[in-house]
């Protein structure tokens, strides 16, 4: 085996790995969260069809569509990522991967500013499609570098910091943007909903332009690993060796059940708490951008409080509090009847999104086992329930919506997500790789 030439916790590579959220956390704010689904559903609902809309033939609701579009990005890309992660891992660079994935992404949201209305849904769907499957794959590249750049007492407050810097980052944005759109005339755009197709492009340039500082810092191949011809076989055989380990470390197996379920119930929130503000509260859009803009400010606070936490009373301890919390939230989504509810209900969810995500995959870097060197490939296993959660998520609530004509009877399946979470946590032991254990 080749000797590894890792440089741990170095200060600039650190701070380079960090830049990555603060650079893709604006697709995840601005796309899914904030701007673009106030957008969608305003220039998808007429007063001819109201909410219905016709896609490829298919009569259904604005907010399904959108809910069936991420189920269908993230089943996409599931499988792909064991396999690309694999060759990542036989190769030892991760980063071409990590560059082809952060360019489709960027680009398809660049492309949404060319989406104006029914008249092209094809296109919006697409690009937006698109741009969730670039996010979702440069993430498990990104997540894999987290053990192969700081030591393991480090994972939680490094992760945080990430997930700290992406709210901040967002948070800039989507005020530029938010100003840019409440404003428009001042910045001479011809109409508002050329000044929110315009932020779709920022976010892309953003969101390519800001990564280059992490491509720049993070290391090419640390193991050392020696290029070959046959990288997509070798890829495929570096997978089946993770697979088959995964069937000797059972507690990580159920972390990844655990992490399943209760996720499913986090991203589906996540992406669809401003479409829920707008069909069932009815409020306007500067205000869901607003509340979403409350979820970011609060998620920083969030991540680092409950990282502090974890140092404190360890990882399970901390997930399990947060856990209890959103059954609490998707208990009240489904009372909520005034928008001052909704901002305070906002508030408490901004502090539990960004500490369980960064909290979640901490937790998985203390699971893998010590010594490995593939990285990619373990973390592939946890990104591809990542996304399978989001398809699971995302689709139950579109279906439940599909049926019943309410997002409130949706909420109570979420919840019955994170209880099926917290029970098999319950059943994971956490061990800090320095000693201890919860």
Avoid at 302 to 331: E, P
Wanted: aromatic fraction near 16%.
């Amino acid at each position: 085996m080749t000797t590894p030439n890792l440089n741990l916790n170095d200060t600039k590579v650190v701070r380079a790995w960090t830049m990555f959220d603060w650079a893709n956390s604006v697709y995840s704010l601005v796309i899914t969260s904030a701007i673009f689904p106030v957008y969608y559903n305003a220039v998808t609902t007429t007063e001819t069809s109201g909410d219905i809309v016709s896609f490829l033939g298919w009569e259904v609701r604005n907010t399904v569509l959108q809910s069936f579009a991420l189920s269908f990005s993230f089943l996409v890309i599931a499988p792909l990522l064991p396999l690309l992660s694999g060759m990542a891992d036989y190769t030892g660079n991760k980063k071409p991967y990590m560059k082809f994935f952060v360019y489709v992404g960027g680009l398809a949201c660049c492309g949404l500013f060319f989406f104006t209305g029914p008249e092209n849904l094809v296109w919006g769907i697409t690009c937006f499609t698109l741009a969730s499957i670039g996010y979702a794959g440069s993430i498990v590249f990104y997540d894999a570098y987290l053990p192969e750049i700081v030591s393991p007492d480090k994972y939680d407050l490094t992760s945080a910091k990430g997930y700290s810097m992406g709210y901040f980052g967002s948070v800039i944005l989507l005020i530029v943007n938010l100003v840019m759109i409440i404003f428009w005339e001042s910045f001479y755009f011809p109409s508002e909903a050329m000044a929110t197709r315009f932020s779709f492009l920022m976010v892309g340039v953003w969101w390519i332009g800001f990564s280059q500082i992490t491509f720049k810092r993070l290391p090419d191949n640390p193991f050392n690993r020696p290029a070959s011809r046959k990288v997509l076989l070798n890829g495929y055989y570096e997978l089946r060796k993770v697979w088959q380990s995964l069937g000797e470390y059972p507690n990580l197996k159920m972390y990844l059940w655990a992490y399943f379920f209760f996720n499913m119930g986090v991203q589906t929130i996540m992406y669809l708490a401003a479409s829920f503000g707008a069909k069932e509260l009815k409020l306007e859009s500067t205000k869901l951008i607003a509340t979403v803009l409350i979820i970011q400010l609060v998620g920083s606070l969030g991540a680092r409080l409950f990282a502090n936490l974890s140092s404190q009373r360890g990882n399970r301890f901390s997930l399990v509090v947060m856990i209890l919390i959103w059954i609490v939230i998707c208990a009240a989504a489904y009372l909520v009847t005034h928008e001052f509810e909704f901002y305070a209900l906002a508030f408490v969810v901004g502090m539990v999104m960004g500490g369980i995500q960064s909290l979640s995959r901490a937790t998985y870097s203390k699971l893998i086992p010590s010594g490995t060197i593939d990285h990619a490939s373990y973390f592939s296993f946890f990104d591809v329930t990542f996304n399978l959660s989001i398809v699971g998520g995302t689709f139950c609530y579109g279906m439940v919506e599909q049926i019943t004509g309410s997002m409130r009877t949706s909420a109570l399946v979420l919840m019955s997500f994170f209880i099926i979470g917290l029970a098999l946590l319950s059943q994971v032991k956490v061990t800090n790789k320095a000693g201890s254990s919860n």
